[in-house]
């Protein structure tokens, strides 16, 4: 059996990805962490990050509000929900990048227009080292955080993790 570094699942010998999370086995590590900021890493679970409430918009809000809701709450993406399910999100990225010189004839549109569809999510008993590697895969800078159920509880982002490493590494690690 293969234990599956991100949830714990036991897998099939030889399977390439976790049954449970999706994590990918086939590049786990022969040797054990060889630090203890490593090992945080592996062991500390997303939870212990304090994710914070999201900001959660409909999908026919418009990009003004919903950039305006950004700037107001110092904050870089809001997730589009829609009967209490993740839509998608919206970021200081897709401003910069979707709206880019001509933002001025879009903010009257509805956002889900200019948003990221099905955003990937992570659980909240994941491990912190399998969030940096999907937001790394996937260049990411958000990830919405969902309990087994799918409930929205959260989000986390790349300052989050710079965050807990600095502490971790202040604690001597």
């Known amino acids: 059996m293969t234990t599956c570094p991100s949830c714990g699942a036991d897998n099939i010998e030889g399977v390439d990805a976790c049954d449970q999370c999706g ?11 060889a630090t203890a900021l490593e090992k945080q890493l ?16 409909a999908p026919g809000t418009s990009v003004r509000e919903v950039i305006q809701l950004m700037v ?4 870089g993406c809001v997730l589009i929900v829609e009967d209490d399910n ?14 880019n010189v001509d933002y001025e004839q879009h903010l009257d549109k509805p956002v889900d227009q200019f948003m990221t569809e099905d955003p990937q999510t992570l659980s909240s008993d994941a491990k912190i080292a399998f969030a940096v590697q999907r937001m790394d895969l996937g260049g990411y800078r958000h990830l919405p955080i969902v309990e ?11 300052r989050d993790i710079l965050s807990f490493l600095t502490d971790a590494m202040s604690d001597g690690s």
Do not use: C, W
């Open 23 to 33: 994590q990918t086995l086939t590049d786990l590590p022969g040797d054990a962490p």
């Open 42 to 57: 592996v062991s500390a679970e997303v939870a212990a990050m304090n994710p914070r409430q999201p900001l959660l918009v």
């Open 72 to 75: 107001d709450n110092s904050i």
């Open 86 to 99: 993740i839509r998608g999100v919206f970021t200081e990225r897709d401003v910069l990048l979707k709206l």
């Open 148 to 158: 087994p159920d799918g409930k929205l509880t959260g989000v986390i982002s790349v």
